[in-house]
């Protein structure tokens, strides 16, 4: 069982790491096109820039694979999962963006999962599919699931769980984590939601920084487990006809459940009778450490997250992309000199629109915003609105 000491180590920890990063791809191309890959048995190669599609199964499948990066990758559509791992260990899914799959990243039996920084539109299910990232018996050390963006929009997609862990474990030195998701939209599933930990079992996942929006029946979810710590999230849903709990513990399986955290989270959710709904304890987990250290009646609403959380690239030809330069920067961060009388607008992390103006130079002065994380939306061209957002961080 993990001390308190040891439970506050881990989060200020982890509120480090938190703001060291933006969310999201942020590759845009070019792409060249590929057939699905499947390899068995491959190791230390990196898949990098390509562009599949399948109508027959999986865009990308490994099995019994080792130190494999999967880069800057565009996948779907696909009536399988846009990447299917199977025996795997020290795989990274980085930087890629995955539309209209069946679950974009599956992890099965695997050790050294990371995926950080894709961007997922629509998975489509059906289940025990629709996820943007499933984690199934997956152990041991070095598993992340951060950063990264998944938006389903109703009649268009097919999700069950956002994130799920089904009896996976990590150690207790190097939890599994899932820290600083953008979740958007969910539903109609009347079973499946936003980040469900602990799924027939489980221990060592930490849960944080994330912020979710109308995920679906229910926001962040402990189904069994130990050591599961649920820190600092934000939860928003409105009323739907699938809504229910904004945060629940319930031990739903034989396995234990004991030694559970959850604090500091802010939730705001509206069940489909009309009434809020913020939490629920099933009262057979034990005493969770936190339960009243939550704000369980936030003031928040929907635009915790931006407007815009994926970025559209076809709004722009490569010529068009938006490169800064530095990134991370102390300062100025510089742009091409083209997009000169261009419009910016700042925006915070959790939405709010910090400054906006006209680009009149080659650079936009960060000088006197405070260190973090912020998301600046370029309109490239007034009269036809062009736009593209790019994640940046002053330090």
């Not at 990243?105 to 961007?119: D, F, H, L, P, R």
């Not at 995920?215 to 849903?237: C, D, E, K, R």
């Not at 959850?262 to 034990?286: E, F, I, P, Q, S």
């Amino acid at each position: 069982m993990l001390s308190v000491k040891k439970i506050l180590i881990l989060f200020i920890l982890f509120n480090c790491i938190v703001t060291s990063y933006g969310q999201g791809a942020s590759f845009c191309g070019p792409y060249t096109v590929s057939a699905p890959i499947i390899l068995n048995g491959v190791n230390n190669i990196t898949i990098s820039e390509l562009e599949l599609t399948n109508s027959n199964g999986n865009c990308i499948t490994l099995s019994n694979c080792q130190n494999i990066i999967i880069e800057k990758c565009k996948l779907g559509s696909s009536i399988g999962n846009g990447i299917d791992l199977y025996n795997c260990t020290n795989i990274t899914v980085v930087d890629c963006r995955m539309d209209s799959v069946a679950t974009a990243v599956y992890a099965n039996e695997c050790q050294g999962i990371s995926v950080t920084n894709i961007e997922v539109t629509n998975v489509q299910g059906p289940m025990p599919r629709g996820q943007m990232v499933q984690f199934n018996k997956v152990n041991g050390t070095g598993n992340r699931i951060n950063f990264n963006v998944v938006e389903n929009v109703v009649g268009e997609s097919g999700q069950e769980d956002a994130i799920n862990t089904f009896q996976s474990n990590g150690t207790i030195e190097d939890p599994i984590q899932i820290i600083g998701n953008w979740i958007r939209g969910g539903g109609p599933s009347n079973s499946g939601g936003g980040i469900l930990v602990g799924d027939s079992g489980g221990s060592n996942v930490i849960v944080q920084n994330n912020i979710l929006v109308n995920p679906g029946q229910y926001g962040i979810a402990v189904a069994s487990g130990t050591n599961m710590q649920v820190l600092s999230n934000q939860v928003f849903a409105q009323q739907q006809s699938y809504t229910n709990v904004g945060i629940y513990v319930w031990n739903q399986y034989s396995s234990p459940c004991n030694s559970i955290t959850v604090m500091n989270n802010k939730v705001h959710w509206t069940n489909n009778t009309g009434a809020l709904n913020n939490r629920w304890d099933g009262g057979n987990c034990g005493i969770i450490n936190g339960w009243d250290n939550n704000d369980w009646s936030a003031n928040i609403n929907s635009t915790i997250l931006p407007e815009q959380i994926v970025l559209d690239c076809s709004t722009f030809s490569n010529d068009e992309l938006v490169r800064v330069f530095p990134n991370p920067t102390t300062g100025k961060i510089f742009l091409s000199p083209e997009l000169q009388n261009s419009y910016f607008s700042i925006f915070s992390v959790d939405g709010k629109k910090i400054k906006s103006g006209k680009i009149e130079s080659d650079f936009i002065d960060l000088e006197d915003l405070n260190n973090g994380i912020y998301l600046i939306k370029i309109i490239n061209n007034e009269i036809d609105k062009k736009h593209q957002s790019i994640k940046v961080i002053k330090e």
